[in-house]
């Protein structure tokens, strides 16, 4: 019974895991688009993200801040960030969908001043 269950369980995972691509619902990866700010400032954005064995996210975005956090259901996470020279730190929530990823971040500064923004991202 034991050996049939397990026959069934491979012939499952054989016949349909390449119906679900390995980075389906994961932040994993290198990303690159645009962002655009409520003080009327745009430009090109990144965002490289690697997950450890522990589920967690951190990386690099905008070649200048780094973000940890964690993935909060299959397409949403949630991130903090402090840029390199610590005059900014982040609260970044991202959405997922159809392999672009949508970042609404809240930045503020060290005078405690505040502005938001978003930025659209696909993976490279």
Do not use: C
């Amino acid at each position: 019974m034991l050996r049939a269950f397990g026959l069934f369980f491979m012939t499952v995972v054989f016949v349909f895991a390449p119906l679900f691509p390995a980075n389906a619902g994961s932040f994993e990866g290198d990303w690159a688009g645009y962002w655009r700010n409520s003080l009327g400032e745009s430009g090109s954005d990144s965002l490289l993200l690697v997950e450890s064995r522990d589920g967690q996210l951190h990386g690099t975005w905008t070649g200048d801040t780094k973000v940890w956090g964690q993935q909060t259901s299959e397409n949403s996470m949630h991130l903090e960030g402090q840029r390199n020279d610590g005059n900014r730190s982040y609260d970044i929530i991202a959405h997922m969908n159809n392999g672009e990823m949508e970042l609404h971040y809240f930045t503020t500064r060290p005078d405690g001043s505040t502005y938001e923004g978003s930025s659209r991202l696909h993976r490279q």
